[in-house]
């Protein structure tokens, strides 16, 4: 199988870990086939978007989610390294509030799988990281909100010692008691 499929702390966010083949000249390994995703997922999941970001160190993007056209998203890191949030907003769920982190770099090539239902984000730990993800959904900016990255009831661990560089929509993030979630 090109990569296995490990879940996490919240069982539908899963870590995929691509087989990489290697030798003197570099390295080599397929980041997406849809037919072996759904194997080792067992899920059925349609992409119709992918994004690439290029963020320095400290930026801390998110935490991210569309509250009508949630978005599932399948995130890699191919130049540097960060550490990757999946929080769980689905009210209905018994990891709700709950939150688990991976790091995700150019040497580990892992993949996290976020799916609908979540707030995602990340913050940067290399001199700089450029990001891709493909997502179930478009992106629609009127239905797009932001968690705060440094919310108490949730508790996000984030491996820095420093004030993270926020976009202005992160800094306005909303604590999760106000903040709109799905049922």
Do not use: C
């Amino acid at each position: 199988m090109p990569f296995i499929s490990t879940p996490t702390a919240i069982p539908e966010v899963l870590i995929l870990e691509p087989k990489v083949f290697g030798d003197a000249r570099g390295f080599f390994f397929e980041s997406f086939n849809e037919l072996d995703f759904q194997k080792a997922t067992g899920l059925n999941i349609h992409f119709v978007q992918d994004n690439h970001s290029k963020s320095a160190r400290g930026v801390l993007r998110g935490l991210h989610y569309q509250i009508q056209h949630p978005q599932g998203k399948l995130v890699r890191v191919v130049q540097g390294e960060v550490f990757d949030v999946a929080v769980d907003l689905r009210k209905s769920s018994p990891t709700f509030g709950k939150w688990v982190g991976v790091l995700l770099s150019e040497k580990n090539h892992r993949q996290l799988w976020v799916p609908p239902g979540f707030a995602h984000g990340f913050v940067v730990l290399s001199e700089s990281a450029e990001f891709l993800y493909k997502t179930t959904d478009y992106w629609f900016a009127e239905h797009e909100r932001s968690l705060i990255w440094n919310d108490p009831e949730v508790a996000v661990e984030w491996p820095i010692d420093f004030e993270p560089q926020l976009a202005t929509k992160d800094q306005n993030g909303v604590f999760l008691k106000n903040a709109d979630i799905y049922d």
